[in-house]
Structures are given as C-alpha cells and as structure tokens.
C-alpha cells in the first residue's frame, strides 16, 4: 500500500533528523512538506534526503501546523498517510501501527478513514488535533495532561459538551451549482449525517439529520472546498470530487437526478423553451461565462419564429431580455423544477440553472460553456463550446475570475451555433 509522510516543520535541523530517520526506507514513501519561515531545499542536505523519496512535494507557508497539516491531507494520492511531528526524537516514535495512539509523535492511518472526520484546524498544535480525531474514531476523552496547549485543552473540552460532536456532519461550500451537483453524495450519505451549507432551502427535501449552521466555535476550519480539492486530485466532474473529498467511490448508480419536490404553475403551454441569461458574480464582478446580450435577443426572435413560447428563468439581477413571452425570475426551487420538468428545450450558460435544468431534463437542454469545462458537465445536455487558442487547462478547476479566457471563448459561439443544434434535435425527435 502506498504511503505518504506528511510533515510541518519551523526547523531546518529537525526536519533533517527526520528525514534521517526515514532514510532506510526512502522506497516506501511519497512526501509532502511544508515549511514555515524557512525554504527547507535550501540546504543542500536536506534537498539530497527529499528527492530521494518515491515523490516529494515541498513547499513555503505561513500557515500554522496544524491547518498546514490539513490542507496537505487533502492533496495526499496514495491509499496511507503518516503524519509526523517534527518534535519526534527517535526512530522508535516512528509508529505504523494504524490508530495507535500509545504515542501521539505520529499517526498512521488510510486516508479515506480520516476523510471521514472534522478536520478542525483551529487547534494551535498538532497534538491536540490528533487528540480531537481520535477523540471522534474512539470515544476516548483525553484530560488536561494529554494536551499541551492550556487554550487547545479549553477548546477541546467546549466541543466535548455539544451534542453534534461525535455526529457526522456534511459540508458544502460553494455556490448553487455546487449544491446541486452535491445531491448524489447528499442523497447516499445524508441520513446518517447532519447537513451544514450555504443555501438550506435548496435541501429540505433531503433525508437527513437536520440542517445545522456553521459554527467556527464548534467546528473549527475543517470546512471543504470541492474545487480546492477537485483541482488537487485532478477530479473527472465535480460530482465525484464530493464523494473522493469524503473517502468514498462514486458508483455508476450514482447519477445527478432532482428528487425534490415540483410545483407546475404553466399547464397548458405547447412548445416551452427557456433561457437562462446571466452566471452568477463572483465578488460583484460579472461572469466570464455569460453570453453576449444582443446575441440573447436574436436567439429569442428565432426561437419565436420556430413557434416556441419563451421564458426567461433566473434572477430578477441577471441580464434582462426585453422580448421574451414570460418573466419566471426569483422563483422558489419547486417552482423552477415544475417549469423545467414540462420544458421542451432550455439553454442556458454554465450556471446554477444549467447544472439543476440537468438534474431534471437533461435530454432537452443546451449549455453554452467555455472550454475546458468538463468538470462541469452532464450526461444528456447538448453543450456549445469554442476554443479561444489560449492553453488554460491547469486552471479549468480555478473560479471564474482567474480564467478571463473563458470570455474569449463564449465570444465565439454565434446565434448559429445554437440554432445548429436546436434544428438537429428537433429533426431528430421529428424522426
């Protein structure tokens, strides 16, 4: 089984009597370092014992050890993790018994069975972190001598006395597409657990134990960004970066699918297309996914044209098209799923309608997407996409406002692009 060492260090000589240690077995371990105030390959020691693992990563921080830890917990590709504290003094401290807790130098373990617990890294040391998780695998409490930080200590006992300590607690971060394209996990994972995101409304619908709210008191900072991890483990869609960021294998009966409820206001209307305009802002700066304005009024003159009653769907704050047949903006979730259920084609960008429109009616969707995106893709949707020429492939994980080229692309498709495809579906049902 693969395994890789994870090690803090402040210390250049403490690093190096570390990696002394491991030495004799270089053949067995990949590793990741960070180091805080210093450069560790600087010397030149030090950098002969690093490359001599199977991989090695390392890198500068000013980050404290024990978010340090965390965040290089979550980049780990192999099936084990040691974590190390530079503190350890001997080979013996050394310990490859999975979850022995008889000395807290170390700790070996697989990385799925860790995945599974908060991962609080407001601890101020590594030691009382470790205390805290196998507090969580154990049921064990540890009293003041165990732990040495006297505000650590205080921290760990508040948490003992909440009734959500030991529970499972699912977190998502992200916007509404993210939400979204959590429902596979939520939806294998949530009874069991309880639920802490951004947008509540968005599952009440879901069988859990309850909805709760952050708490940094509570839960520290072990929240879990599934583009940060996503980017890190090279994730094929976001949807299975959810299920790998909590230790699980995403099964092929693990499908994006809408269970929620679906109130249907318009019954009686032939031939409904929808269009969904804007893509949410990031710190109040337009998206680079969405669409040129102009293009959108000439789309709808066509689609009229086609015989189709078009509505735009989305927010009242998204970019407005004066002639559309209905307005269906700022409406509850029920209400969006009702409208795209009966839909007979939707288009929209790469947006929180696009990823909800394909838990529900893929078959009759268009995206208009830059390239790059698949991540953010879905089985059934019709997608437009154009290359710019310019090669942004290792950021395709990174938010919206780090890839400017993404308007670059959505700057090539032309109304006939869509058209295209539109005239392509409906010849193929016509048939």
């Given amino acids: 089984m693969q395994?890789?060492?994870?090690?803090?260090?402040?210390?250049?000589?403490?690093?190096?009597?570390?990696?002394?240690?491991?030495?004799?077995?270089?053949?067995?371990?990949?590793?990741?370092?960070?180091?805080?105030?210093?450069?560790?390959?600087?010397?030149?020691?030090?950098?002969?014992?690093?490359?001599?693992?199977?991989?090695?990563?390392?890198?500068?921080?000013?980050?404290?050890?024990?978010?340090?830890?965390?965040?290089?917990?979550?980049?780990?590709?192999?099936?084990?993790?040691?974590?190390?504290?530079?503190d350890m003094f001997s080979e013996s401290d050394l310990n490859l018994k999975p979850w022995d807790e008889a000395n807290l130098k170390s700790l070996f373990t697989s990385v799925n069975e860790i995945l599974k617990y908060k991962l609080d890294t407001n601890y101020i040391t590594l030691h009382s972190f470790?205390?805290?998780?196998?507090?969580?695998?154990?049921?064990?409490?540890?009293?003041?001598?165990?732990?040495?930080?006297?505000?650590?200590?205080?921290?760990?006992?508040?948490?003992?006395?909440?009734?959500?300590?030991?529970?499972?607690?699912?977190?998502?971060?992200?916007?509404?597409?993210?939400?979204?394209?959590?429902?596979?996990?939520?939806?294998?994972?949530?009874?069991?657990?309880?639920?802490?995101?951004?947008?509540?409304n968005f599952y009440e619908h879901i069988e859990s134990k309850g909805i709760i709210p952050w708490t940094d008191e509570l839960f520290g900072g072990y929240a879990r960004f599934v583009y940060e991890y996503g980017s890190a483990h090279n994730s094929p869609t976001i949807i299975d970066a959810f299920f790998n960021m909590y230790g699980q294998q995403r099964e092929e009966y693990?499908?994006?699918?809408?269970?929620?409820?679906?109130?249907?206001?318009?019954?009686?209307?032939?031939?409904?297309?929808?269009?969904?305009t804007s893509a949410?802002?990031?710190?109040?700066?337009?998206?680079?996914?969405d669409w040129k304005d102009i293009r959108w009024f000439k789309l709808v003159h066509e689609l009229k044209k086609m015989g189709y009653i078009v509505a735009q769907v989305g927010s009242s704050k998204d970019n407005q098209i004066p002639n559309v047949d209905i307005k269906f903006l700022d409406?509850?979730?029920?209400?969006?799923?009702?409208?795209?259920?009966?839909?007979?084609?939707?288009?929209?960008?790469?947006?929180?309608?696009?990823h909800f429109a394909s838990s529900i009616n893929p078959v009759s969707g268009i995206c208009l997407t830059p390239f790059y995106n698949d991540h953010a893709k879905h089985p059934g949707v019709k997608y437009i996409e154009k290359d710019c020429g310019k090669n942004y492939f290792d950021r395709r994980w990174w938010l919206d406002l780090q890839q400017p080229e993404r308007k670059e692309c959505m700057d090539l498709i032309k109304i006939t692009d869509v058209l295209n495809v539109i005239y392509e579906t409906e010849n193929i049902l016509h048939n």
């Fill in 331 to 354: 409406k509850q979730f029920d209400e969006i799923a009702g409208i795209i259920s009966i839909a007979n084609l939707w288009i929209s960008v790469d947006t929180f309608f696009h």
């Fill in 130 to 200: 470790l205390l805290d998780v196998f507090t969580q695998k154990n049921a064990t409490i540890y009293d003041n001598h165990y732990h040495s930080n006297k505000d650590d200590y205080s921290r760990y006992m508040r948490k003992l006395e909440s009734d959500l300590f030991n529970e499972n607690i699912i977190y998502i971060d992200g916007g509404l597409g993210d939400h979204v394209m959590a429902l596979p996990f939520l939806y294998k994972n949530a009874h069991n657990s309880y639920i802490c995101c951004k947008y509540p």
């Fill in 280 to 289: 949410a802002k990031i710190k109040d700066l337009p998206s680079n996914k």
């Fill in 3 to 86: 395994t890789t060492v994870i090690i803090h260090t402040k210390n250049g000589l403490k690093l190096k009597h570390i990696l002394q240690i491991l030495s004799n077995n270089f053949n067995l371990f990949h590793i990741i370092i960070e180091a805080y105030d210093y450069i560790p390959w600087q010397d030149n020691e030090i950098l002969n014992l690093i490359t001599k693992f199977q991989s090695y990563n390392a890198l500068p921080t000013q980050d404290g050890e024990v978010r340090s830890i965390v965040r290089m917990l979550l980049k780990v590709h192999t099936d084990n993790i040691l974590i190390i504290n530079e």
């Fill in 254 to 276: 693990d499908i994006l699918e809408y269970k929620g409820p679906n109130k249907i206001i318009y019954k009686d209307v032939d031939k409904l297309a929808l269009i969904c």
